[in-house]
């Protein structure tokens, strides 16, 4: 749905109809102080990092080959001796990269409380761009587009100011050359090696047209965080009938009628509760952020050893 309510009073960080670059360099303060990455090395389902900058390429040890490892990897000597496939792990990178994937669906452009879900999009991605920076990692950002370049990996508060920069860009309107979320899972499965961290902004319907089998490779090579965007009123909607404006028409809606109202749940409860119920089990961490919450409630989610759901 693309129809858009009228909007509650401006707060002080913007019209929270559109996001402002201003708005989004001060929620540095948000994300927090600057803190070390974990010692350690990479492993099947861990990040293992170096709080040192530069690429480390010291092998640390071999294991069974799984599904969406880097065949160049594979150590042929434990594989000729087992007769299994084996593949090398080498000491992980030792500058993170944080990589955050932002849905463009024409359905996040829409708000009734505090500002549109498109906006709370653009400031948790800002979040967790500052996430990054606190954190030493390199950042870019991506969008489903078959056009437009990924912004690409880079470190410090530059790396942080160019990824605001797009997120301020792409959250303004919806972008006339959207491809879908798929189109931008598969171009950040192009930029992703083992142990980086992926944050994905999406309409909770767009992660539902993701194929579920996507999921547990993402997993389990990287640290994955969904946040599914909604608003107050698709999730308590009130019985009542509502007036919307769609393409300059007035459309009215039944909510107080049993079937416009269940049709109303399958559009936007099914998906959240759906997303809830099965990433969780496929290793991504989930949360569901209203465009009326804080936009760094989320942060809880970085750095867990289990997915948690929220």
Same mark, same amino acid.
């Given at each position: 749905m693309t129809m858009q309510l009228s909007h509650s009073t401006p707060g002080p960080e913007g019209d929270g109809i559109v996001p402002r670059l201003s708005e989004l360099v001060a929620l540095r303060a948000a994300a927090g102080g600057? !803190?070390?990455?974990? @010692?350690?090395?990479?492993?099947? /389902?861990?990040? *293992?990092? /170096?709080?040192?900058?530069?690429?480390?390429? +010291? &092998?640390? +040890?071999s294991r069974e &080959? #799984?599904?969406g490892d880097d065949a160049r990897h594979i150590d042929w000597r434990l594989t000729a001796r087992t007769g299994r496939a084996h593949t090398k792990l080498f000491q992980a990178e030792r500058e993170r990269l944080s990589l955050i994937v932002a849905d463009t669906a024409a359905s996040l452009y829409f708000?009734? !409380?505090?500002?549109? @879900?498109s906006v709370q999009a653009a400031r948790a991605g800002a979040v967790a761009a500052w996430a990054a920076v606190r954190d030493g990692d390199r950042i870019a950002a991506l969008r489903g587009s078959l056009r437009e370049a990924p912004v690409t990996p880079a470190g410090g508060a530059r790396g942080a100011l !160019?990824?605001?920069?797009?997120?301020v860009r792409w959250y303004a309107q919806p972008?006339?050359?959207?491809?879908?979320? +798929?189109?931008?899972l598969d171009h950040a499965a192009r930029l992703l090696r083992p142990g980086s961290r992926l944050v994905l902004l999406a309409d909770?319907? /767009?992660i539902a047209a993701v194929p579920p089998q996507r999921w547990p490779g993402l997993a389990q090579h990287h640290e994955v965080i969904v946040l599914l965007l909604s608003d107050p009123l698709e999730m308590r909607p009130p019985k009542a009938m509502l007036p919307f404006s769609s393409g300059g028409h007035r459309v009215e809606v039944d909510l107080a009628a049993p079937t416009p109202r269940q049709r109303w749940r399958e559009e936007f409860s099914a998906p959240i509760? +759906?997303?809830?119920q099965r990433l969780p089990a !496929?290793?991504?961490?989930?949360?569901?952020? #209203? %465009? /009326?919450?804080? %936009?760094? #409630?989320?942060?809880?989610?970085?750095?867990? %050893?289990?997915?948690?759901? *929220?």
């Amino acid at each position: 749905m693309t129809m858009q309510l009228s909007h509650s009073t401006p707060g002080p960080e913007g019209d929270g109809i559109v996001p402002r670059l201003s708005e989004l360099v001060a929620l540095r303060a948000a994300a927090g102080g600057r !803190r070390h990455a974990p @010692k350690g090395r990479f492993g099947v /389902s861990g990040h *293992a990092l /170096s709080p040192l900058r530069g690429r480390g390429m +010291e &092998y640390a +040890e071999s294991r069974e &080959y #799984s599904i969406g490892d880097d065949a160049r990897h594979i150590d042929w000597r434990l594989t000729a001796r087992t007769g299994r496939a084996h593949t090398k792990l080498f000491q992980a990178e030792r500058e993170r990269l944080s990589l955050i994937v932002a849905d463009t669906a024409a359905s996040l452009y829409f708000g009734t !409380r505090v500002r549109f @879900k498109s906006v709370q999009a653009a400031r948790a991605g800002a979040v967790a761009a500052w996430a990054a920076v606190r954190d030493g990692d390199r950042i870019a950002a991506l969008r489903g587009s078959l056009r437009e370049a990924p912004v690409t990996p880079a470190g410090g508060a530059r790396g942080a100011l !160019r990824v605001l920069d797009a997120l301020v860009r792409w959250y303004a309107q919806p972008p006339a050359d959207d491809a879908g979320l +798929e189109v931008a899972l598969d171009h950040a499965a192009r930029l992703l090696r083992p142990g980086s961290r992926l944050v994905l902004l999406a309409d909770p319907r /767009s992660i539902a047209a993701v194929p579920p089998q996507r999921w547990p490779g993402l997993a389990q090579h990287h640290e994955v965080i969904v946040l599914l965007l909604s608003d107050p009123l698709e999730m308590r909607p009130p019985k009542a009938m509502l007036p919307f404006s769609s393409g300059g028409h007035r459309v009215e809606v039944d909510l107080a009628a049993p079937t416009p109202r269940q049709r109303w749940r399958e559009e936007f409860s099914a998906p959240i509760e +759906e997303a809830l119920q099965r990433l969780p089990a !496929r290793g991504v961490r989930v949360q569901v952020l #209203s %465009s /009326s919450d804080d %936009s760094e #409630s989320w942060l809880p989610l970085l750095g867990r %050893s289990r997915p948690l759901v *929220a």
